[in-house]
Nanobody, 129 residues
Framework: QLQLVESGGGLVQPGGSLTLSCAASGSTLDSYFIGWFRQGPGKDRLGVSYISSTDSTTAYPIGYADSVKGRFTISRDSAANKVFLQMNSLKPEDTGVYYC??????????????????WGQGTQVTVSS
């Protein structure tokens, strides 16, 4: 059974960088679309980024929310069975709990979180001076 564990969160000043990791056990992440979601204080959950499964033929194998385009980069390390979210030029509005999640259907992308069937416990990111 697939289990996900996020790490890499912390406190960072505006303009700083963090790299979040999503580590899997019980199954290979290559078979899933993997999404990163953010739950800010008092805000709805937001789809931040996704990456397609390695065997997907989708024309859009990677996606980003408009608010993070050009600043965040999602990547996959199949050998390590991990997915990463590199976050640069962080802003206070990036603050929140970040979750990685696995979607076996490939239809969740950024908007349809209910398609993601496995979720990690989250890691806190705080951007503040």
């Amino acid at each position: 059974q697939l289990q996900l564990v996020e790490s890499g969160g912390g406190l960072v000043q505006p303009g700083g960088s963090l790299t979040l990791s999503c580590a899997a056990s019980g199954s290979t992440l290559d078979s899933y679309f993997i999404g990163w979601f953010r739950q800010g204080p008092g805000k709805d959950r937001l789809g931040v980024s996704y990456i397609s499964s390695t065997d997907s033929t989708t024309a859009y194998p990677i996606g980003y929310a408009d608010s993070v385009k050009g600043r965040f980069t999602i990547s996959r390390d199949s050998a390590a069975n991990k997915v990463f979210l590199q976050m640069n030029s962080l802003k206070p509005e990036d603050t929140g709990v970040y979750y990685c999640a696995a979607d076996p259907t490939g239809t969740g992308r950024l908007a349809f979180a209910f398609q993601y069937t496995t979720w990690g416990q989250g890691t806190q990111v705080t951007v503040s001076s």
